[in-house]
């Protein structure tokens, strides 16, 4: 059974930093890329990060050199560094695993979200 735990979400003001952690079970955690996204009141879910299994990184243009995924292959963990926070940053913000699978299609897991509100 695949779970995704998200921690460290709260509130911060405009300009703090945050990290947030996804503990993954139920999966191989090293060849799973793995993925932040996140979802603002009224809008729809955004890719905010991913990582591969072989660390290759991609972000979304507005968390570009502000917000750092990285993974910890020995922990079943991935984070989310986020700097330079703004208002807009305000979202639920939930982990993906994105589980390849023998002859088929990728599996999307998801956990609960974590929320994160930033003050002005």
């Known amino acids: 059974q695949v779970q995704l735990v998200e921690s460290g979400g709260g509130l911060v003001q405009a300009g703090g930093s945050l990290r947030l952690s996804c503990a993954a079970s139920?999966?191989?955690?090293?060849?799973?890329?793995m993925g932040w996204y996140r979802q603002a009141p009224g809008k729809q879910r955004e890719l905010v990060a991913t990582?591969?299994?072989?660390?290759?990184?991609n972000y979304a243009d507005s968390v570009k050199g502000r917000f750092t995924i990285s993974r910890d292959n020995a922990k079943n963990t991935v984070y989310l560094q986020m700097n330079s926070l703004k208002s807009e940053d305000t979202a639920v913000y939930y982990c993906?695993?994105?589980?390849?699978?023998?002859?088929?299609?990728?599996?999307?897991?998801w956990g609960q979200g974590t929320l994160v509100t930033v003050s002005s």
């Open positions: 990582m591969t299994s072989h660390d290759t990184t």
């Open positions: 993906n695993a994105n589980i390849p699978r023998r002859f088929r299609e990728p599996l999307d897991a």
């Open positions: 139920g999966i191989i955690f090293s060849i799973t890329t």
